[in-house]
């Protein structure tokens, strides 16, 4: 059988701890590492709903990309959300049996994900966007075939389901492209130096979308969470080549997102 500290082995062997950024919350945050894993609910996110779904799942585990907390919490009390109380995650996880592993910065850097903006829209990788930090984050691509920036918005529509903002000219050819999950703040100086044509993340503050537009680089915001969905496939993956059976793996929906509003209040999530 699994344990809760073999699964954090078998994660941390294919996205190495020493990827990490500096001060990250990674692996084993709630649990006991001896204890035999039943199932292992897969989800973006730890939330008190997301450790609820696991549980009513009968998963024991609850591995994610994001952590429960970058700060250590001030308390550990019961709340529906740590909004209201920090600590509310992992109240919950513990009350009801479910540990809780991260895989986030050292994720983001692994060359096994490094397609996963990039595959489905028709780009192929050139090399690593950031050099100089530990996590190595980001990736230059070019597209495949010729594409114009509202091609390549396309593109993203339609594999990913949403966009959530497009800065600069429609026609413009793209031919070199940097692609960043999440928020990308941080990479902002290397997308600058990088020469491409177009810069595809999670969300950017709105200075940072400026200095891009500025500079003539093309913008694309999928929204943080929708960059960062496929993560969950990811750690799917590296899930069954360890060995953990398909069937014993539960794969988790985020329980709130953001939606648009098209035409005359026509809707779509």
Request: aromatic share 6%; charged share 20%.
């Amino acid at each position: 059988m699994f344990t809760v500290g073999t699964i954090e082995q078998m994660l941390f062997a294919a996205y190495p701890a020493e990827d990490a950024q500096e001060g990250d919350r990674i692996g084993l945050l709630v649990g006991d590492r001896s204890a035999g894993v039943t199932r292992i609910a897969v989800a973006l996110d730890q939330t008190v709903p997301m450790v609820e779904a696991a549980a009513q799942a009968g998963c024991n585990l609850l591995v994610t990309h994001h952590p429960a907390f970058w700060l250590a919490p001030t308390s550990f009390e019961s709340a529906a959300s740590a909004a209201t109380a920090d600590g509310a995650v992992v109240y919950a996880a513990a009350r009801r049996g479910v540990a809780l592993l991260t895989m986030h910065t050292n994720l983001d850097s692994a060359p096994s994900a490094a397609s996963m903006l990039l595959a489905p829209v028709g780009l192929e990788f050139v090399e690593t966007l950031q050099k100089t930090d530990p996590a190595l984050l980001g990736q230059i691509a070019r597209p495949i075939n010729p594409l114009s920036l509202d091609e390549l918005a396309r593109n993203y529509q339609r594999a990913f389901g949403r966009v959530a903002k497009v800065w600069g000219n429609p026609a413009q050819e793209i031919a070199r492209v940097a692609v960043c999950s999440g928020g990308a703040g941080e990479v902002i100086p290397d997308v600058l130096a990088a020469g491409v044509d177009c810069f595809v993340t999670g969300e950017v503050r709105h200075h940072e979308e400026l200095y891009l537009a500025d500079e003539g680089i093309a913008l694309i915001e999928l929204g943080h969470d929708i960059s960062e969905l496929p993560y969950r496939f990811e750690l799917e993956k590296t899930l069954v080549a360890g060995g953990f059976s398909p069937e014993g793996i539960v794969i988790l929906d985020p329980s709130a997102t953001w939606w648009q509003v098209h035409g005359d209040g026509d809707r779509q999530s």
